[in-house]
């Protein structure tokens, strides 16, 4: 939820800068783990606001570490906000390296695809927040975006789901509470209408005065 979100950002500016841009930055976006982790200078447009994602870092015992495409194998770019354009500017000024955004501790190697899930577990149990990891960001920002009244086409396009079929099926609860929410926005218009006093110029005829239907 907003709530649920506001507070993980407000935790995480007592953590380090690459965490505070790091969380930001998947909260803004939506942005899969692999995809934030492998991250390069030259995918951040900081005067534009805009991120290209083309690639997902990614372990395996047999390969290490190693990039590939994103998991649809579609490219795509984003825009971030203020806050996030902010941190990732103020991390890139700190940074020793020109490469990757996210890297190990002391270091200019890209950082672990894996590092963010426990580190998001020892968040999760310093701040008292349940089942933290880096796909909850994830799922709260296109839960938040779809129930605010995003049309899921654009969600999905932002995600990086191969179709909006994808995102309806993972985020079907958030689309019924977009659909109540709609509803609703019809209800609180007419009752506003009413409230104010708005009339039709045309003068609603009596029961007597309406044609009745042949039969």
């Known amino acids: 939820s907003v709530k649920d979100l506001s507070y993980i950002l407000e935790c995480v500016k007592q953590e380090p ?36 994602v083309d690639k997902n870092l990614q372990y395996s015992k047999e390969k290490g570490v190693y990039v590939k495409t994103p998991k649809s194998g579609k490219y795509r770019t984003v825009d971030i906000g203020n806050d996030t354009a902010a941190l990732l500017k103020k991390l890139k000024g ?16 890209v950082m672990f695809p894996h590092s963010p899930t426990k580190y998001f577990k020892s968040f999760g149990t310093k701040y008292g927040i349940d089942n933290f990891h880096p796909h909850l960001l994830r799922h709260t920002s296109a839960s938040i975006a779809i129930t605010g009244g995003a049309d899921v086409a654009s969600v999905a396009s932002r995600l990086g ?16 509470d977009s659909i109540r929410k709609a509803g609703q926005v019809v209800r609180d218009a007419l009752k506003t209408s009413r409230k104010k006093g708005k009339k039709h110029p045309n003068k609603i005829p009596s029961k007597s005065q309406v044609k009745q239907n042949p039969k």
């Open 17 to 52: 800068l690459k965490w505070q841009a790091y969380i930001y930055l998947v909260a803004d976006t939506g942005m899969r783990r692999g995809e934030a982790c492998a991250l390069q200078w030259n995918d951040v447009d900081l005067k534009g606001k805009t991120i290209r």
């Open 94 to 109: 700190e940074a020793s390296g020109d490469a990757w955004v996210f890297t190990q501790d002391k270091s200019d190697e």
């Open 161 to 176: 789901h191969a179709d909006t079929s994808v995102t309806l099926r993972m985020y079907t609860h958030a689309n019924q």
